[in-house]
C-alpha cells in the first residue's frame, strides 16, 4: 500500500499548488504523510455527511474539492461545527487533502470535466494564465453539432447528478448552439470575457440576479445562459482524480467518488 505522501505527489503533479489563487488554502489539512492509505474518498465538499461516508467504506483519506478551512484561524476545538470535523477524522485515522483552485486552473481539471461531461469537445481555457496556455480558469469547447437551446439545456440536465434547483436556462428555446463556455463553480464574474470569446451559451453556477440579468439586457448578441447549483458542477471533476489516483495506485488503492449529495438545497416548492 502506499502512503499518503505517494498520494499526495500524484495529486498534486495533475493539480499543482502553484496554480493556486493567493487567497486560497489547498494540500494537508490532517493526517500523517508517513500513514497507509487504502481506499480513497473523493468529494466536492469535506462536510458531515461526506465523512459519514468515508467512515461507512473504510477510507483513510478524503480528496475534496472545497477546504474545510479556507479563511484563517485559531483554534479547532471540538465544540465547533469544523473543529468537530478535525478531531473525529483524527481519531478515526482519516486524512484530509484539499484541491481547489489549482484543480480549477489545471490541465486537465474541474472544468475539463464539466465540458466532458455535457458532452464537449474542449478548445481553450476561457481565462488562460498566459496568452496560447493551457491552464486557467474556465473551459471553450464545441458539440460535435448544433443545437436548439432548449435541447441544450436539457442535455446539460441529463449529464449532470440530480439537485432540486435544477437547471435553469437564460435564452431563447431554439437559439442554435454549436460554441460554449462553462467554468465550474461561481463563474458569473467571467461573462464578460464568455461574450468576448463569442460563444452561444455559457454554462457556470450561482449566476447572480444583477449580472445575469445585465448580461442579458448588454447590445449585440451575447451567450445564453445554463445556470447549474455549485455542486453539480463540480461533481464531475471527483471522476476525474478519482481516475488519477485508481491508474497510479491500481491494485493496491480503491478510489469512491462519494455519491451523497451536498448540495444546500433540499426543498423546492412552486406556488399552487
Not at 69 to 96: C, F, N, Q, W
Not at 102 to 110: E, H, I, K, M, T
Not at 129 to 135: D, I, L, N
Request: charged content about 20%; aromatic content about 4%; hydrophobic content about 45%.
Amino acid at each position: 500500500m502506499p502512503a499518503l505522501a505517494e498520494i499526495i505527489a500524484v495529486l498534486e503533479r495533475s493539480y499543482p499548488p502553484r496554480l493556486a489563487e493567493s487567497w486560497d488554502a489547498v494540500g494537508l489539512v490532517c493526517g500523517d504523510p508517513a500513514e497507509d492509505v487504502r481506499r480513497v474518498l473523493f468529494c466536492v465538499d469535506p462536510v458531515e455527511e461526506t465523512l459519514a461516508e468515508a467512515e461507512e467504506i473504510g477510507a483513510q483519506l478524503i480528496v475534496a474539492h472545497h477546504p474545510l478551512l479556507l479563511r484563517g484561524v485559531h483554534g479547532v476545538p471540538a465544540d465547533t461545527a469544523k473543529g468537530s470535523l478535525v478531531h473525529r477524522m483524527i481519531r478515526g485515522g482519516i486524512a484530509l487533502y484539499c484541491a481547489h483552485t489549482n484543480a480549477d486552473s489545471a490541465d486537465p481539471g474541474v472544468s475539463d470535466a464539466l465540458a466532458r461531461a455535457i458532452g464537449l469537445e474542449v478548445d481553450r481555457p476561457l481565462d488562460p494564465h498566459e496568452p496560447g496556455g493551457r491552464t486557467g480558469i474556465g473551459r471553450i469547447g464545441h458539440l460535435p453539432a448544433e443545437e436548439p437551446f432548449a435541447r441544450f439545456v436539457q442535455r446539460v440536465a441529463d449529464a449532470l447528478p440530480a439537485t432540486v434547483p435544477g437547471v435553469l436556462g437564460a435564452g431563447e428555446a431554439d437559439r442554435p448552439i454549436r460554441t460554449v463556455a462553462v467554468s465550474g463553480g461561481a463563474g458569473d464574474s467571467y461573462l464578460a470575457k464568455a461574450t468576448a470569446e463569442g460563444v452561444d451559451a455559457y454554462v457556470t453556477a450561482d449566476l447572480r440576479h444583477h449580472p445575469a440579468g445585465e448580461h442579458l439586457a448588454s447590445a449585440g448578441t451575447v451567450p445564453a445562459l445554463v445556470g447549474l447549483t455549485h455542486w453539480a458542477s463540480e461533481w464531475p471533476w471527483c471522476g476525474q482524480a478519482s481516475a488519477l489516483v485508481g491508474a497510479a495506485f491500481a491494485g493496491t488503492v480503491e478510489a469512491h467518488v462519494s455519491t451523497r449529495c451536498t448540495d444546500p438545497w433540499t426543498i423546492r416548492a412552486t406556488a399552487q
